[in-house]
T-cell receptor, first 115, second 117 residues
Framework: DTGVSQDPRHKITKRGQNVTFRCDPI?????LYWYRQTLGQGPEFLTY????????KSRLLSDRFSAERPKGSFSTLEIQRTEQGDSAMYLC?????????????FGSGTRLTVV | AQSVTQPDIHITVSEGASLELRCNYS??????LFWYVQSPGQGLQLLLK??????LVQGIKGFEAEFKRSQSSFNLRKPSVHWSDAAEYFC???????????????FGKGTKLSVKP
């Protein structure tokens, strides 16, 4: 098991473009989380999946953001019509519902820069 | 509202010196508490966690933390800091029914640790 993988590691895009990030969780983990981390801040919760079901979305997740986990395995986070304020590190984490001790494992993140 | 406060934005200690990073939380019930470490450009690594029981928790890399309910604190300590400990440290709080979710965490803003040779 190679842990949680995120792709790409870095993305530079022009304002107004769409971007998509991918997260591959640990294979036996059925829970998957997306967080956003801006400079000088801690990670902020965006959304959460259990298997393929998106069970919670933060109010930070505007209409321009959409996340999917079609087969309960990898997940994608798409941002449409990017704005400079979207520049941040996007972190993915996974855990198993059987692990009541909150066995979160984070990926290395995707750093988005909107120019 | 539930929140986590890390009062120190940046701390510098000499290698070999002891370390204490402060964390205060606001939470309506017994919290689940965590400390994570983040190296530049990397994701977060779990150092330790507290759910219940012994209020002194041991973690990886020689770190420990003490839960003090009366002070709403969960401070991280290490008796002797190594240069490789230089990183950013985040305290987080959560719970099984936190905010109606199934386990998302609230993070503090982090404390950046620098280590002098």
């Amino acid at each position: 098991d190679t842990g949680v993988s995120q792709d790409p590691r870095h993305k530079i895009t022009k304002r107004g473009q769409n971007v998509t990030f991918r997260c591959d969780p640990i294979s036996e983990h059925n829970r998957l989380y997306w967080y956003r981390q801006t400079l000088g801040q801690g990670p902020e919760f965006l959304t959460y999946f259990q298997n393929e079901a998106q069970l919670e979305k933060s109010r930070l997740l505007s209409d321009r953001f959409s996340a999917e986990r079609p087969k309960g395995s990898f997940s994608t986070l798409e941002i449409q019509r990017t704005e400079q304020g979207d520049s941040a590190m996007y972190l993915c984490a996974s855990s198993s519902y059987r692990d009541v001790n909150y066995g979160y494992t984070f990926g290395s993140g995707t750093r988005l820069t909107v120019v | 509202a539930q929140s986590v406060t890390q009062p120190d934005i940046h701390i510098t200690v000499s290698e070999g010196a002891s370390l204490e990073l402060r964390c205060n939380y606001s939470y309506g019930a017994t919290p689940y508490l965590f400390w994570y470490v983040q190296s530049p450009g990397q994701g977060l690594q779990l150092l330790l966690k507290y759910f219940s029981g012994d209020t002194l928790v041991q973690g990886i890399k020689g770190f420990e933390a003490e839960f003090k309910r009366s002070q709403s604190s969960f401070n991280l300590r290490k008796p002797s800091v190594h240069w490789s400990d230089a990183a950013e440290y985040f305290c987080a709080v959560g719970g099984p029914h936190y905010g109606g979710s199934q386990g998302n965490l609230i993070f503090g803003k982090g404390t950046k640790l620098s280590v002098k040779p």
